[in-house]
């Protein structure tokens, strides 16, 4: 039991945590999350850049960040404005609450045409996979003893 008791303890000295993670919550100014928003967190000192997007209620984590700081945080959205969060400092094995409430910006948004070709490698006589799928079938007929019929 002694014995046990040691293994246990040696494996304790091995699994310390050596990073903090980021984790917050991203929204509009009337409070609603905004999912898919862009964080992305830098290590001011080495540059190190960590980041995620929000999910569906706007929350993101940035898990396995280097501890200290100081962090640059810079949140963005389409359609909203920029915000940036500087001095932010992360200490070990623990999770920084950072919530960002972003405000609405107008944006003129360019034009995007798609224009395209019909090519003629491509055409209703040319299906791709059925093609395939028949030839391996036809392999597959003739092992097996079967006679086909051109």
């Not at 091995?14 to 991203?26: N, R």
């Not at 209703?124 to 003739?142: F, K, N, P």
Request: hydrophobic content about 40%.
């Amino acid at each position: 039991m002694v014995f046990t008791l040691v293994l246990a303890g040696e494996h304790f000295l091995f699994a310390q945590v050596t990073t903090a993670t980021l984790t917050g919550k991203i929204a509009d100014d009337k409070g609603e999350g905004l999912p898919g928003a862009n964080v992305v967190a830098i290590h001011t000192p080495s540059g190190t850049r960590y980041g995620a997007s929000t999910n569906l209620d706007g929350r993101y984590t940035i898990p396995g960040m280097r501890i200290g700081g100081p962090y640059k945080v810079v949140v963005s959205f389409v359609g909203y404005k920029e915000n940036t969060q500087e001095g932010i400092y992360l200490s070990l094995g623990n999770a920084v609450d950072l919530n960002v409430k972003l405000s609405e910006e107008s944006q003129q948004l360019t034009e995007v045409i798609v224009t395209g070709e019909r090519s003629s490698t491509f055409n209703s006589d040319r299906t791709g996979a059925m093609i395939l799928c028949a030839i391996m079938l036809t392999v597959m007929a003739v092992r097996l003893g079967a006679r086909i019929a051109a």
